[in-house]
């Protein structure tokens, strides 16, 4: 695949530019690689897939290095061409290199995306005397309703549980369930 890297215009803007040639790179992680030799040092280094045809692209299963890995979506912003900035939303290269996926994100979107390693932003709660280990993820979601909360559990490895969040709206008179426990 061929990918075009950006740089962060500032440290800790969230704003990135394009920012040298394209890299020919096998998946996401290694372009990202390439890419961080070229970029001042001090700045945070981001990739945009190119996009040669029209059409949606063929999952690329990725590489052993890649499996797992999560990013920070960069979306280009409509009111300033060749700049990128994240709009929260996490891809991540599980069935699919990552670096595919944003190339059929630009479909969706009619913009350039690109990708930057994901910064975990949750800190770790430390263990105290009232923690309980658990062992497994739980997660719940409200189907339809008034409005609700979705939110889902995850393990951190000291035990601690993180709890991430999201409220939706659907219309009024609309029934609602919940599933997970």
């Known amino acids: 695949m061929k990918f075009f890297p950006l740089a962060e215009t500032a440290p800790g803007s969230g704003l990135f530019e394009l ?3 394209a890299l020919d ?7 990202l690689s390439k890419a961080l030799e070229t970029v001042p040092v001090g700045l945070r280094v981001a990739v945009a897939p190119y996009r040669a045809m029209s059409g949606m692209p063929a999952p690329l299963p990725p590489t052993a290095l890649e499996q797992g890995k999560a990013y920070d979506l960069l979306i280009e912003q409509e009111e300033d061409p060749g700049v990128f900035a994240s709009e929260a939303q ?3 290269s599980q069935s699919s290199d990552a670096g595919a ?6 479909v ?10 994901h910064i975990e932003t949750v800190q770790e709660a430390p263990p105290t005397e009232e923690t309980t280990p658990v062992t ?9 309703g008034g409005s609700g909360t979705a939110s889902i559990n995850a393990v951190t490895s000291g035990g601690a549980v993180a709890t991430s969040g999201a409220t939706q709206s659907a219309p009024s008179g609309s029934t609602s369930g919940t599933k997970g426990s």
Do not use: E, N, Y
């Open 19 to 21: 920012f040298g040639a």
């Open 25 to 31: 790179a096998s998946g996401t992680s290694l372009a």
């Open 90 to 92: 996490i891809l991540t």
């Open 101 to 106: 996926m944003a190339l059929a994100l630009q």
């Open 108 to 117: 969706f979107f009619g913009r350039r995306i690109a990708l930057t390693p």
């Open 136 to 144: 497994s993820a739980v997660g719940s979601a409200v189907q339809s």
